[in-house]
């Protein structure tokens, strides 16, 4: 993967492009990680199709770039970066957060998609609840604990089975969280707590589509998937038997099984 940077109009992008393949795939990662986290899985994808990743505004070492991030502003540089690489068509797939910019991109630019995988993320708004505790987050970062999420959240991650196995990610994941800017974990926070529900332009949208779901999910319980996948009967739907949130790290082989096969392409 070559990195380098680019601009998606006025902000900076970092960005690894595989530079070879007929199709492409671009991974977006999820809220408190980076691109690094694709590092390894890029590479079961990479010899079938072009692959791009990059650090979402807020995340890994792009720019952040005022209070607020909202999904239509990362989507806007999701493919800004992609007409600078000069790639006209791809498949999106996204991961938690990245699944709502990929929702976004289904919304504003569905021209350009050839699909779009949803990888342990939902359609709809957040809750009241969930709005509270993203603004319980953003207070314990502004009081200087963000610590304290980067012990809570990657545990909660991964399926209870895998924890010992996947000790070292989780502890990757744990980095991750420490390293990322208070200012741009507070940006995206902003922005998610904004973002609006987007159930019914993805059932009406012409990409095609599908979820993947970690049976072992905490962020996503079943009940909450199966409830999802009913209500999408037009979209392919994977169970990750043995995955919690982070199904590419749990089970990644299923994972770009899946993708590839979304994809067009042959595993």
């Known amino acids: 993967m070559t990195e380098k940077f680019i601009m998606a109009g006025a902000t900076p992008m970092h960005v690894a492009d595989s530079q070879k393949g007929?199709?492409?795939?671009?991974?977006?990662?999820?809220y408190l990680e980076s691109m690094i986290v694709w590092e390894e899985f890029a590479y079961l994808l990479r010899d079938r199709v072009r692959v791009v990743t990059l650090d979402l505004p807020g995340h890994g070492i792009s720019a952040i770039n005022g209070e607020i991030h909202t999904m239509e502003y990362l989507a806007e540089c999701v493919a800004l970066t992609m007409e600078a690489l000069g790639i006209e068509r791809y498949s999106v797939v996204g991961h938690s957060m990245g699944g709502y910019v990929a929702l976004a991109m289904c919304e504003m630019y569905a021209e350009r998609l050839d699909s779009v995988v949803l990888l342990s993320s939902t359609t709809s708004a957040d809750s009241v609840e969930k709005c509270d505790r993203r603004r319980r987050e953003i207070e314990l970062i502004k009081a200087g604990k963000k610590s304290m999420l980067a012990h809570l959240v990657p545990h909660a991650g991964f399926a209870p089975q895998n924890l010992k196995r996947l000790a070292d990610r989780v502890e990757d994941v744990e980095e991750l969280i420490m390293i990322t800017e208070d200012e741009g974990v507070i940006a995206i926070l902003a922005g998610m707590i904004e973002r609006k529900d987007r159930d019914?332009?993805?059932?009406?949208?012409?990409?095609?589509?599908?979820?993947i779901f970690g049976k072992h999910d905490n962020y996503i319980p079943m009940d909450v998937a199966e409830e999802l996948a009913a209500k999408h009967p037009e979209a392919r739907v994977v169970w990750l038997e043995n995955s919690g949130h982070m199904g590419f790290y749990e089970e990644p082989e299923r994972c770009a099984e899946a993708i590839l096969d979304m994809v067009g392409v042959d595993c």
Not at 22 to 30: I, M
Not at 200 to 211: A, G, I, Q
């Open 200 to 211: 019914e332009v993805l059932r009406k949208s012409p990409v095609p589509h599908m979820f």
């Open 22 to 30: 007929d199709k492409c795939v671009v991974l977006l990662h999820g």
